[in-house]
């Protein structure tokens, strides 16, 4: 049961592009979205987060869009450079105090070329 | 400042062997989170431990596995008898635990079962 859909499964962007990434989610339990990045042979880091309270939330280049009605949120990268070639992976979980059980998505391979 | 530390970064075992998986947490955080990622799939939730304490073991398998985090020393994920489905990368995070704290998560520690 994947409780947390994204798609592409990989996306190649030119330089200076948008890349757009899209999730949609099951659990009306989750009300915390974060999506990470992961570069080859480290662990993921947070790159940026959203509560459902807000419909978007944008820091420097990257924009989390949300829509809670339909369950639906997207990770939009503006002026996409080669340096933000990693994957990106969704994910959800309850924001119940400090424990926080995090649903991840199957991760986008993006590349972005030059 | 130390981030999440793993060792070994790469473990290779056979099948029947038993594979320890070591994770220090970033100073001053007492909460440790493992998860799995099988080669093209995102990260899998297997435990949530605090000091001493198992909070959540509910993504772990059955058999096998087992989690532990003493007062003393890093979080240990030990898997016994190893075997090929158990090979993939495992990262631990940590937290501070606090509400709205963010998960670091740790290199990763990539087993390889022959």
């Known amino acids: 049961q994947q409780q947390v859909k994204q798609s592409p499964q990989s996306l190649i962007v030119q330089k200076g592009g948008i890349s757009i990434i899209n999730c949609a989610y099951e659990?009306?339990?989750?009300?915390?979205f974060p999506w990470y990045q992961q570069f080859p042979g480290k662990g993921p880091a947070l790159l940026i987060a959203?509560?459902?309270?807000?419909s978007e939330k944008k820091e420097g280049r990257f924009t989390i869009s949300f829509n809670k009605s339909a369950k639906q949120f997207s990770l939009h990268i503006m002026d996409s450079q080669p340096g933000d070639s990693a994957t990106y992976f969704c994910?959800?979980?309850?924001?119940?105090?400090?424990?926080?059980?995090?649903?991840f998505g199957i991760g986008t391979k993006l590349q972005v070329i030059p | 400042n130390a981030g999440v530390m793993q060792n070994p970064r790469h473990l290779v075992r056979r099948r029947g062997q038993e594979a320890r998986l070591r994770c220090s947490p970033m100073?001053?955080?007492?909460?440790v989170y493992w998860y799995r990622q099988l080669p093209e799939e995102g990260l899998k939730f297997m435990v949530y431990?605090?000091?001493?304490?198992?909070?959540?073991e509910s993504g772990m398998p059955k058999e096998r596995f087992s989690a532990e985090f003493p007062k003393e020393g890093p979080s240990i994920l030990r898997i016994q008898q190893v075997v090929r489905g158990d090979s993939a990368a495992y990262f631990c995070?940590?937290?501070?635990?606090?509400?709205?704290?963010?998960?670091?998560f740790g290199p990763g520690t990539r087993l390889t079962v022959t």
């Open positions: 100073k001053g955080h007492s909460h």
């Open positions: 659990n009306t339990a989750f009300d915390y």
């Open positions: 995070a940590s937290s501070a635990g606090l509400a709205g704290d963010e998960q670091y």
């Open positions: 959203i509560r459902p309270d807000v």
């Open positions: 994910a959800a979980s309850p924001y119940s105090g400090g424990y926080q059980k995090v649903t």
């Open positions: 431990l605090q000091k001493e304490n198992i909070i959540d």
